[in-house]
Nanobody, 124 residues
């Protein structure tokens, strides 16, 4: 089974940027659609972004459109999330997820592989 490990979280001031990376234990290019979700303390899990398995189709949650970018790094076998113009409302644990069926939607229940999460904290 593919294992996912997130990295890149940390503390940043409002208006700043962070880049998260999700590393997979096996080659994910063309094998899995990949996504990022987040969960803020006391809130439900929220869809952030997803990228397709074959054609690189992307999908973003409304709250991050225009600020976040999901991409694949084929050389590193990672899926990255570039986060710009961060606000305190982006503070959450960010999780990487994978779906072998190629799903790029927002339904967390479809994704069958999950990482352990990385904390992102945005100070005001």
């Amino acid at each position: 089974q593919v294992q996912l490990v997130e990295s890149g979280g940390g503390l940043v001031q409002a208006g700043g940027s962070l880049r998260l990376a999700c590393a997979a234990s096996e080659r994910i290019v063309f094998n899995y659609a990949m996504a990022w979700f987040r969960r803020a303390q006391g809130k439900e899990r929220e869809f952030v972004a997803a990228i397709g398995r074959d054609d690189g189709t992307t999908n973003y949650g409304n709250s991050v459109k225009g600020r976040f970018t999901i991409s694949r790094d084929n050389a590193k076998n990672t899926v990255d999330l570039q986060m710009n113009s961060l606000t305190p409302e982006d503070t959450a644990v960010y999780y990487c997820a994978a779906d072998s069926g190629g799903y790029v939607g927002s339904d967390a229940g479809v994704y069958d592989r999950w990482g352990q999460g990385t904390q992102v904290t945005v100070s005001s």
